[in-house]
Nanobody
């Protein structure tokens, strides 16, 4: 069984910083792309940032230059460093990962339970 567990959310003032972490645990053979999505009240879930196993990254335009995604492959962990936070960044942030449980499995997609980020003005 595989689980993605996020941590690091909270309440911060506009202009502040937060760092989110997400660790994949369980029976894991390999991890491919890992990323962060967010969902604000009344809005659809959207991609924030994604990173491949090789370290290539892609960001939503709204967070470019403010957020940095990174990963530690040995720990099956992905991070999201968020700086210069704005009230519009307020959302539940979800971790997502494509991974294989065994060498003979195809990639499967997993979601974390979400962590709340609230940016006050």
């Amino acid at each position: 069984q595989v689980q993605l567990v996020e941590s690091g959310g909270g309440v911060v003032q506009a202009g502040g910083s937060l760092r989110l972490s997400c660790t994949a645990s369980g029976s894991i053979f390999s991890t491919d792309a890992m990323g962060w999505y967010r969902q604000a009240p009344g809005k659809q879930r959207e991609l924030v940032a994604i990173i491949t196993s090789g370290g290539s990254t892609n960001y939503a335009d709204s967070v470019k230059g403010r957020f940095t995604i990174s990963r530690d492959n040995a720990k099956n962990t992905v991070y999201l460093q968020m700086s210069s936070l704005k009230p519009e960044d307020t959302a539940v942030y979800y971790c997502n990962a494509d991974l294989r449980r065994n060498w003979y499995n195809n990639n499967e997609n997993y979601w974390g339970q979400g962590t709340q980020v609230t940016v006050s003005s």
